[in-house]
């Protein structure tokens, strides 16, 4: 961990409430009210959990902005602006950095892919531009894209690309990782499974979607390491695991959208190509927030 990370703790990977109109407003501002009430210690905003594929662009500005007014500072606000075509990327950075976002969380390029060298290409080019740090998402099972642990080490080189959300799942490469540029740039899990396994090699936090029903207690869970009792950490993250799999059954965000709309959070509402969770499922998903009294 860098000595002055974005944040440190869990970040919700904020779903978005919509519905047949649009973006619920209403709704989203009582979502963020409730997290940082809870105690969390970052927010993204418009990333995969927000459904950011299929919001319209004025969508996305209006929720990023909309965002940073509510928090008003109270946590750090990231705003996710990555796409698979850099101009935009670049566009959409500019826009969150002048509407005040703390950081900016891009993905890598999806379908159309690229080098590792076109990786760094990308980065670079929208880093250069922004005036708040990047975050790099590297999520290959939904981009078929993975950032290479020697492509991170020239990524560092950069000013200001300044972390990473690792989603890669291979905890081999991720040591890895950390071998390289562990003292470099900041490594936040991106996986809810994996938070005290990359706590322990020297994470930051996690970029967390279970942070959408449980914020307090996915906090917790890295505060608890930090504060030394590794154990605790370990316990709750293994107390937890029934949950994360059932909010994972399906794509996210279909799960967590669908907890969300049984805690009154949002409409279980979501853009084609996604669709409400089969009913198999939504049975599992329920047994499990019941058996974490979230219900």
């Known amino acids: 961990m860098t000595q002055n990370p974005i944040f440190k703790g869990a970040a919700t990977a904020l779903i978005t409430p919509l519905d047949e109109r649009g ?7 009582e979502l963020i009210d409730m997290q940082i009430d809870a105690g969390i210690d970052a927010l993204v905003i418009a990333g995969t959990t927000g459904e950011s594929s299929t919001l319209t662009d004025e969508e996305h500005r209006a929720v990023i902005a909309y965002a940073i007014g509510r928090v008003a500072g109270r946590v750090p ?16 950075s500019r826009f969150a950095c002048e509407a005040g976002a703390d950081a900016l969380l891009v993905v890598t ?18 880093a250069d531009a922004a005036t708040k740090p990047v975050i790099a998402y590297n999520v290959p099972s939904r981009t078929g894209l993975n950032i290479e642990p020697s492509t991170y080490l020239t990524l560092a080189e950069h000013g200001n690309i300044r972390a990473v959300k690792e989603a890669n799942g291979n905890i081999s490469k991720i040591v890895e990782t950390f071998a ?18 990359i706590l322990s090699m020297g994470g930051a936090g996690v970029i967390s979607v279970l942070s959408n029903l449980c914020p307090r207690e996915t906090s917790e869970i890295c505060h608890r390491f930090f504060a030394g009792d590794v154990a605790g950490a370990a316990k709750m993250q293994c107390e ?3 949950l994360v799999s059932a909010l994972f059954s399906e794509t996210n965000p279909i799960p967590v959208k669908a907890a969300m709309a ?3 959070y949002c409409s279980d509402f979501l853009r084609l190509p996604l669709v409400t969770m089969e009913k198999e499922h939504r049975e599992v998903l329920y047994a499990r927030m019941a058996e974490r009294g979230l219900i």
């Open 109 to 126: 390029p999806y379908y159309n892919k690229t080098t590792q060298r076109g990786l760094v290409a990308m980065y670079s080019a929208i």
């Open 262 to 264: 049984k805690l009154g």
């Open 240 to 242: 937890y695991l029934p």
């Open 23 to 29: 973006v619920d407003f209403t709704k989203f501002g």
């Open 180 to 197: 390289l540029v562990g003292d470099k740039i900041d490594i936040y899990s991106g996986n809810d499974d994996q938070i005290v396994p």
């Open 77 to 92: 606000v990231i705003a996710g602006t990555g796409s698979n075509e850099t101009e935009y990327a670049v566009g959409l």
